[in-house]
């Protein structure tokens, strides 16, 4: 009787560890899940506003191009980044850092994407959305999520060294003021860079 009771309680402790186990297995999975859901959506988002955007053109200057974490890459700073929020009827009394501006865009003479109006509400037309991350007196500077671009290991540097100043970048805007980058160009001519595709999805 004793090596029946003592059988069983033995049985019901491996039948305690295999719950366990399973429990543990399927939080295991769930976090797993959780994580391929945001990755692939934020994919998604990024493939949708390349597929349904408008491009635009956008005068840019790279910075450190390098990133022990995520490998080279060229860092951007736009001539739209910096916003006088006077010339648009706007106080920086009323802005906060983290707000989110919309930045209207037009062409100048030459193509390139240039402000023509900043509101705290959508436009109608092409523009697209900033998140503010510094204001000095009425001067704010926005990021765009657009601020680097990857680019094959070697790359990034010879990139950001060789003609600074012509540097450009050409970006996809969707209608919800979403912004992806499509490529770099320096003085108009497109730069190769291999895994270009890869690159552009996770910038």
């Keep these: 009787m004793q090596e029946v009771l003592?059988?069983?309680g033995s049985v019901d402790k491996s039948r305690r560890k295999l719950l366990d186990n399973m429990?543990?297995?399927?939080?295991y999975m769930l976090i797993a899940a959780f994580w391929l859901v945001l990755i692939f959506?934020?994919?998604?988002?990024?493939?949708?506003t390349l597929q349904t955007g408008e491009e635009v053109i956008l005068k840019t200057r790279p910075v450190d191009p390098r990133d022990l974490f995520r490998g080279d890459y060229v860092i951007l700073s736009y001539q739209i980044s910096s916003v006088d929020l006077g010339s648009y009827g706007l106080s920086s009394e009323d802005i906060g850092l983290g707000d989110t501006l919309h930045v209207a865009l037009d062409r100048d003479s030459e193509g390139f994407g240039i402000i023509s109006g900043v509101s705290e509400r959508s436009f109608e037309t092409l523009s697209i959305r900033g998140k503010v991350v510094d204001i000095s007196s009425e001067t704010v500077e926005l990021e765009y999520g657009i601020e680097s671009y990857f680019v094959p290991?070697?790359?990034?540097?010879?990139?950001e060294r060789q003609?600074?100043?012509s540097l450009s970048v050409a970006v996809v805007v969707d209608d919800f003021g979403?912004?992806?980058?499509?490529?770099?160009?320096i003085d108009g001519e497109e730069v190769t860079?291999?895994?270009?595709?890869?690159?552009?999805?996770?910038?």
């Design 6 to 8: 003592l059988l069983s």
């Design 23 to 27: 429990k543990k297995m399927h939080w």
């Design 41 to 48: 959506g934020f994919i998604g988002v990024k493939e949708f």
């Design 153 to 159: 290991e070697g790359q990034g540097y010879q990139i």
């Design 163 to 165: 003609l600074r100043d």
């Design 178 to 185: 979403n912004a992806v980058i499509n490529s770099l160009l």
């Design 193 to 203: 860079v291999e895994s270009n595709y890869d690159s552009r999805l996770i910038s």
